[in-house]
């Protein structure tokens, strides 16, 4: 079940999509320089490999907050337990288990647990060394995926406000 959090769309046309970025990497920054936070993979983690394709499930404590890596490929992903409140820059959604996305390129997550969530994504490719999987799935910055260009973003803001939203 997906609930949409109110303004999404306020924040979507007030907020560019590098201003939702940059508020996640900001977010990302106090959690790292908080005493006590843990960071990298810290949470349970289990790898599976089948013809083609990587599967990694982690289960995140309730109460926990963190940022996601930067995706650079288009996958599914699965909740498959728990409630987690999910900020991207397309919004805010709040996801209840079971639960079936599709991350875009570019993606980075601020997520809260509400409950203890259990998350699986799948990749598809034939590596199954998990350094070389990172290399080819994470993006160090996002300057290493395509994305939408902020001066196109309000170029097409200001259309709409031309024409009305039909």
Known sequence: MEKKIKNNEL?????????V????LAVE????NTPGSMLGDCFPLRHFFVDGAYVREITMPKGALLTSKIHKLCHPYFVLKGDVSVL???????IK?????ITKPGTKRVLYMH???VWVTVHVTNETDLKKIE????????????GVDDAEVVEL??????????
Do not use: M, N
Not at 29 to 32: H, Q, R, V
């Open 11 to 19: 924040l979507q046309t007030v907020l560019s999509v590098g201003d």
């Open 21 to 24: 970025r940059k508020g996640i």
């Open 88 to 94: 991207t820059e397309d919004g805010v959604i709040r």
């Open 29 to 32: 920054d106090k959690i790292l």
């Open 115 to 117: 409950e203890e969530t």
């Open 97 to 101: 288990a079971p639960y079936f996305g």
């Open 157 to 166: 803001l200001g259309e709409i406000g031309k024409e009305g939203i039909k």
């Open 135 to 146: 290399d080819e799935i994470i993006a160090k910055t996002f300057d290493e995926v395509p």
